[in-house]
């Protein structure tokens, strides 16, 4: 009797003669990719690359050739490959579980597919051999979860410190019951010592309240909106701005709202982000309570207005500047739309408001100048504005002059010390950032550094410069935080390279170690490169730098193309010059490291919780002539469009180079980055020593996947973020920032996720946390943000407690 499913018959996966078409498939689908890894493999051998994927190319090859003959070596061939390649992946990365995925992941469910048409192949023993590939199959698939399981193991590295004594805070207005200033005062510490919210309870915080600010972007503004606002919290009013600059008054405990006022900025004001990241609150020394704006609100606008209202009316300051606004534009000269912008809050020290301002970037060398204005606080006058390049102009430049063009200046938000009066600003580059050349020396000393600002002055009193001669946009970008550091008067420093400083706040002298490093040499202007860099070794949040095997993908042939990639740039480690004939990486990118979003600061128990992000750029300088070609023009001649994308295809006009910059490094078919994960993470930091309490990847892969397809995995990948956290009395830490529109409890002691709740956008911005009737509340605006690809929202949204 002729056995079952003997060769010669038809049966379900055969064609006619008894050929599997299921093998055959397989089979063909084997080749195919084989092909591929042997062609790709070749070209990475050939650029110094791994040998791997060659031979593996030419396995595949081999055993889908023999699949696709009906071979079942064919498929005891690829599982060699698949054991072999187990093996290589974990002498080349460890247990390293994302690192594991691409090389691991892919071929095992490619793998299963093969097992399961092994019982159509065989001719005897067919029930053997399918329990022998079931069990391959079962066995495979556990490897797989045990590869998932190894993802992102972090442990807690040292114990919390325990509360100590309170840490004085130099500001006027300090954070409570209320939030007076963007990072909680002007010490920036943003730290609650509210404490109604703990690990205990966090779970049961529930939505109190949903406000609708109404700002959400026309057509001609879509792709630029970027809700980075931190509501302020004063007495009986939340006060919140919105991305074209409104303001608005909610009532803090139900949300609804009071009053608003509407600058009316046109969409042409926008850079390439419509932001407001805050307002500030002053209260006229002396001044009788019921008079008109005896407090009140002042912030910049996207074209660079400065406003007064009334805090509890929201009516212009007739008595500030012209009725209640000034110019901050006057004296620049020529600045086209969206060129100049605020975006950050202003930072009032002494009754004098100090503001810098966005220039945008990537433009022209001679854009408009970074000048930083010191206007009075009541009438609005300029008190001084410190040009670097003209050090003795004490007001307005004389006439038929303007203030110097091109300067660094400061996008970000400065801190101050009301005791000192001192403001300490984080200082931009000079305008073209990937070009040094035209430099002049006053730019070399400022750019990319603190500077301390005498309030009363205008004139700088110190400068601590953490990169020399800036190439890369390492441009400070966070608030500089005052704290008292082993009985000092100090101030902790992040920078987007991801070191972290500790300085004297008076004298701007290091208290923490600094060293010193050899940086690489070359690029297209090699005698401006500094021969040595310096770099904190009290604490860094800069990963080690990169390999060819940190590369990654979502499968062996985009990590081959990212290892390709690589191997092909120009890499030298931190510091690697840019170049025009070929890509280089720069790692960490320009997003930091710290970003604006800054450090928050527990006083009481010295602990620096520090968001940061680990992703490189892969960036090329494009000749003048060939950038011409491609119509690469600086805005107001060329692009015309608001929102223009930073980076990639910035003209730089007025110098030799436009550059090309692929922030974060993609692949272009997949939208995948190509360094492995994680992308972004969390670290909370003894500021006693300077050591790691924990470190944890940030931000999970819901809203992310190839093709732009969100996964919807819970998986913590760590994600690109942008926005700060806040730190609470209790041991508690609100953040959202990441790209997967969640906001989070974070128990400070291990790192660990107490509490999450998804937005209805993304949480590109800081929360706040503040007390209304006795009820703790935590406030974020989840606007979303185009630069993070996360959707946009107009919510205001505030937790609470349930209610008694």
């Known amino acids: 009797m002729a056995p079952p499913f003997a060769r010669g018959d038809t049966i379900i996966g055969h064609g006619s003669g008894g050929r599997s078409i299921a093998a055959m498939i397989v089979g063909g689908l084997l080749a195919l990719i084989g092909v591929v890894l042997a062609g790709g493999g070749i070209w990475l051998a050939a650029v110094g690359g791994s040998l791997y994927y060659a031979i593996t190319g030419v396995a595949m090859i081999a055993a889908g050739w023999l699949l696709f003959r009906q071979h079942v070596l064919g498929a005891w061939l690829y599982a060699a490959v698949v054991a072999l390649t187990v093996i290589w992946a974990f002498w080349e990365v460890g247990t390293n579980g994302w690192a594991l995925v691409p090389r691991i992941v892919a071929p095992i469910v490619l793998l299963i597919a093969v097992l399961l048409v092994v019982p159509l192949l065989s001719t005897a023993h067919r029930w053997r051999t399918s329990l022998i590939a079931i069990a391959a199959v079962i066995g495979v698939t556990a490897l797989t979860f045990v590869v998932l399981g190894q993802i992102n193991r972090s442990p807690v590295l040292m114990a919390l410190p325990a509360p100590g004594g309170a840490m004085a805070d130099p500001a006027q207005m300090q954070a409570g019951a209320d939030w007076p200033a963007y990072g909680?005062?002007?010490?920036?510490?943003?730290?609650?010592?509210?404490?109604?919210?703990?690990?205990?309870?966090?779970?049961?915080?529930?939505?109190?309240?949903?406000?609708?600010?109404?700002?959400?972007?026309?057509?001609?503004?879509?792709?630029?909106?970027?809700?980075?606002?931190?509501?302020?919290?004063?007495?009986?009013?939340?006060?919140?701005?919105?991305?074209?600059?409104?303001?608005?008054?909610?009532?803090?405990?139900?949300?609804?709202?009071?009053?608003?006022?509407?600058?009316?900025?046109?969409?042409?004001?926008?850079?390439?982000?419509?932001?407001?990241?805050?307002?500030?609150?002053?209260?006229?020394?002396?001044?009788?309570?019921?008079?008109a704006c005896a407090t009140r609100i002042i912030w910049g606008t996207l074209d660079a207005r400065i406003f007064a209202i009334d805090a509890r009316t929201g009516r212009l300051c007739q008595d500030f500047g012209s009725n209640g606004r000034v110019d901050a534009k006057i004296g620049m000269g020529e600045t086209p739309d969206g060129y100049v912008s605020i975006n950050s809050p202003p930072t009032i020290v002494r009754g004098v408001v100090v503001?810098?301002?966005?220039?945008?970037?990537?433009?022209?060398?001679?854009?408009?100048?970074?000048?930083?204005?010191?206007?009075?606080?009541?009438?609005?006058?300029?008190?001084?504005?410190?040009?670097?390049?003209?050090?003795?102009?004490?007001?307005?430049?004389?006439?038929?002059?303007?203030?110097?063009?091109?300067?660094?200046?400061?996008?970000?938000?400065?801190?101050?010390?009301?005791?000192?009066?001192?403001?300490?600003?984080?200082?931009?580059?000079?305008?073209?950032?990937?070009?040094?050349?035209?430099?002049?020396?006053?730019?070399?000393?400022?750019?990319?550094?603190?500077?301390?600002?005498?309030?009363?002055?205008?004139?700088?009193?110190?400068?601590?410069?953490?990169?020399?001669?800036?190439?890369?946009?390492?441009?400070?970008?966070?608030?500089?935080?005052?704290?008292?550091?082993?009985?000092?008067p100090a101030l902790v420093l992040p920078s987007k390279q991801g070191d972290i400083y500790v300085l004297d706040r008076r004298t701007g002298r290091p208290l923490t170690p600094i060293g010193t490093i050899k940086a690489p040499g070359g690029g297209v202007e090699p005698q401006e490169r500094a021969p040595t860099q310096i770099v904190s070794t009290w604490q860094?949040?800069?990963?080690?730098?990169?390999?060819?095997?940190?590369?990654?993908?979502?499968?062996?042939?985009?990590?081959?193309?990212?290892?390709?990639?690589?191997?092909?740039?120009?890499?030298?480690?931190?510091?690697?010059?840019?170049?025009?004939?070929?890509?280089?990486?720069?790692?960490?990118?320009?997003?930091?490291?710290?970003?604006?979003?800054?450090?928050?600061?527990?006083?009481?128990?010295?602990?620096?919780?520090?968001?940061?992000?680990?992703?490189?750029?892969?960036?090329?300088?494009?000749?003048?002539?060939?950038?011409?070609?491609?119509?690469?023009?600086?805005?107001?001649?060329?692009?015309?469009?608001?929102?223009?994308?930073?980076?990639?295809?910035?003209?730089?006009?007025?110098?030799?180079?436009?550059?090309?910059?692929?922030a974060g490094w993609r692949m272009k078919f997949t939208g995948m980055l190509c360094k492995q994960p994680p992308y972004g993470g969390i670290r909370a930091i003894d500021m006693a020593t300077g050591k790691t309490i924990w470190d944890r990847p940030f931000g999970t892969a819901r809203t992310n996947g190839p093709f732009g397809i969100p996964s919807m995995l819970p998986l913590t990948i760590g994600t690109p973020n942008n926005g700060g956290s806040v730190v609470t009395a209790s041991g508690l830490i609100f953040i959202a920032a990441a790209t997967d529109n969640l906001i989070r409890a974070i128990d400070l002691a291990t790192g660990e996720t107490l509490w999450t709740k998804t937005l209805p956008g993304g949480g590109q911005a800081t929360p706040m946390v503040y007390e209304a009737n006795g009820r703790e509340y935590l406030v974020i605006y989840a606007g979303g943000h185009h630069f993070m690809e996360t959707p946009v929202s107009d919510q205001v949204i505030a937790y609470a407690l349930p209610a008694g």
């Open 184 to 291: 909680g005062s002007y010490s920036a510490r943003r730290f609650s010592p509210l404490g109604q919210i703990t690990p205990a309870n966090v779970g049961k915080l529930e939505r109190a309240w949903m406000f609708h600010t109404g700002d959400l972007p026309s057509q001609a503004a879509k792709g630029t909106y970027g809700a980075e606002n931190t509501p302020l919290k004063i007495g009986d009013t939340l006060y919140v701005c919105t991305p074209k600059s409104m303001v608005i008054a909610l009532d803090p405990a139900t949300g609804r709202q009071r009053w608003r006022f509407d600058p009316q900025v046109p969409d042409t004001a926008i850079p390439y982000t419509a932001a407001c990241r805050g307002v500030s609150y002053y209260a006229v020394p002396g001044a009788d309570a019921a008079q």
């Open 355 to 488: 503001t810098g301002h966005q220039v945008l970037d990537g433009q022209n060398r001679w854009a408009p100048s970074g000048v930083i204005q010191g206007f009075d606080a009541v009438t609005g006058r300029l008190r001084w504005a410190w040009d670097m390049m003209h050090p003795d102009w004490n007001g307005y430049p004389p006439a038929g002059q303007t203030w110097a063009r091109g300067t660094p200046n400061m996008w970000t938000i400065a801190s101050g010390d009301e005791q000192l009066g001192l403001v300490y600003l984080p200082m931009g580059n000079a305008s073209a950032d990937y070009y040094s050349a035209s430099r002049r020396p006053p730019e070399n000393k400022f750019a990319t550094s603190l500077v301390a600002l005498d309030v009363t002055t205008g004139k700088p009193r110190w400068r601590f410069q953490a990169v020399k001669k800036d190439v890369w946009d390492y441009d400070f970008g966070a608030q500089a935080s005052l704290v008292d550091y082993r009985g000092t």
């Open 540 to 662: 860094t949040l800069r990963k080690p730098p990169l390999t060819e095997r940190d590369m990654w993908g979502m499968s062996p042939i985009d990590q081959m193309i990212c290892r390709i990639q690589f191997r092909k740039a120009s890499y030298k480690g931190f510091f690697t010059p840019p170049e025009a004939d070929r890509r280089s990486v720069t790692y960490p990118g320009y997003n930091g490291g710290t970003d604006w979003g800054g450090v928050a600061i527990d006083p009481q128990r010295g602990v620096i919780v520090a968001n940061y992000n680990d992703m490189p750029n892969y960036t090329r300088l494009v000749p003048r002539a060939v950038a011409n070609k491609r119509g690469w023009a600086p805005r107001d001649q060329a692009r015309g469009s608001i929102g223009g994308a930073e980076g990639a295809g910035d003209p730089q006009a007025n110098t030799p180079y436009a550059v090309d910059v692929n």
